[in-house]
């Protein structure tokens, strides 16, 4: 076994999204379907690193201590990006949407729980490779499989919850981009020159430069540091109680009281720029370490059953996107580009939805209302309304009588 440190890790997730523009630039079928840098990169090295543990029995490993703080520090930029007076201009989008996506939660357990006795497995199985793993993400995943074990003694649940997290990761970052295309044929797109007259805001534009300066950049990452702290401590005084939230929900929570006290105070106006560039680059850096640490092994090892029912989720989500979410945000450009960031968080994490989004936005033009609701919905609205769902499917007399 090969161990990096942490330095090694950092350079390896530099390269990785190095090679994923090399890729995305010189590859023809990576562009036309807006398969992101950092997801091309990092299946790419996730891949050969399978290939050299089957071939060579050599696995290498990496220090990912760095990945928990890139993703707090993204979550914590959405929150210092969003002012009141946007989500209240968008507050009628971002309803509609979230009923969109609370729509699919129900969707995604109630197939998984049917499946999984079709199959002839234990419902709860299904339940943990629905709306827990899929939209819940590998932190969702791993708390409800620790409960799935304990209390309701399904067997290596907390491993299935992985893989399924796993697998979802890498589903969402390959089937935005073609979803997204396949909706685009049928609108009219603003075109990239569209976005030079605005300045790019949020995660808007990833490749387009920022003016900043250094005085400003320390100030910003002085909101975010305090994000960040403020937050965790947060987190653990919640902890145990009914207001139980993961740590990014917490953290993105104290960035949105921060962005908007301040201002209201008159006492500090928040720097979009500094901010969106500090969110890009934790973001980018997040997924390549996610992706290029991700074991593959581990989804080779899936029984056929729950192969069949993570494939039917994730064909569900496909499905979804074109059929309910983009024909209810509208059926215009936005809500392809909505459909290809709910494919993201749908069956991946926030982190994939957004980079789905920047990729097709970079190739057919803004998008402002997207890279508005996306982030507060998936990130923030979907954790809350995950846990309600999956209690209520829970409280299911059938489900209790399995568990």
């Known amino acids: 076994m090969l161990q990096l440190d942490f330095y090694s890790t950092l350079v390896a997730a530099s390269l990785v999204l190095l090679l994923g523009r090399w890729l995305v630039a010189r590859i023809g079928f990576l562009r036309v379907y807006s398969i992101p840098e950092p997801v091309a990169g990092g299946l ?66 109630a197939m998984g729980i049917a499946l999984a006795k079709a199959l002839g497995l234990d419902p709860l199985m299904g339940l943990l490779a629905g709306s827990i793993t899929l939209s819940g993400g ?22 299935l919850a992985i893989a399924s997290a796993t697998f979802g990761l890498v589903l969402g970052g390959l089937i935005g981009g073609p979803v997204a295309r396949l909706l685009i044929k049928r609108v009219q797109v603003p075109g990239v020159e569209h976005s030079q007259p605005r300045r790019p805001k949020g995660f808007e534009r990833p490749d387009q430069e920022r003016m900043i300066t250094s005085f400003s950049f320390i100030e910003t990452l002085a909101l975010l540091a305090i994000s960040l702290q403020v937050g965790t401590c947060l987190s653990g005084v919640i902890q145990g109680t009914a207001f139980e939230l993961p740590t990014f929900v917490c953290v993105l929570f104290v960035g949105v009281v921060l ?21 890009n680059v934790s973001l980018s850096l997040f997924l390549a370490i996610a992706l290029m640490s991700l074991k593959l092994w581990d989804l080779a090892a899936l ?48 982190p994939t939805a957004i980079a789905n989004m920047q990729t097709v936005t970079q190739r057919f033009g803004p ?25 209520l499917f829970l409280a299911l007399p059938f489900l209790g009588a399995a568990g």
């Open 367 to 391: 998008s402002q209302i997207a890279f508005l609701v996306v982030p507060m919905v998936g990130a923030f609205f979907i954790d809350i309304t995950n846990a309600v769902v999956i209690k």
């Open 44 to 109: 790419l090295v996730a891949a050969l690193l399978l290939a050299l543990r089957a071939l060579a029995d050599v696995e290498v490993r990496f220090d990912t201590s760095l990945q928990t703080p890139l993703m707090l520090a993204f979550f914590a930029t959405i929150g210092l990006n969003a002012d009141f007076a946007s989500l209240k201009r968008g507050g009628r989008v971002l309803g509609i949407f979230l009923l969109v996506v609370t729509a699919l939660l129900v969707v995604q357990n």
């Open 259 to 279: 962005r908007n006290g301040l201002s209201a105070l008159g006492w500090h106006q928040v720097f979009e720029r500094e901010v969106s560039l500090l969110g």
């Open 303 to 350: 029984a056929l059953p729950i192969v069949i029912l993570l494939a039917a989720q994730a064909l569900l989500m496909a499905l979804f996107a074109i059929f309910v979410t983009f024909r209810v945000m509208g059926s215009n450009y936005d809500a392809a580009v909505l459909a290809a960031g709910h494919c993201g968080f749908g069956l991946g994490a926030t």
């Open 138 to 159: 590998h932190g969702t995943g791993a708390a409800w499989g620790a409960v799935f074990s304990e209390k309701y003694g399904v067997a290596s649940a907390s491993e």
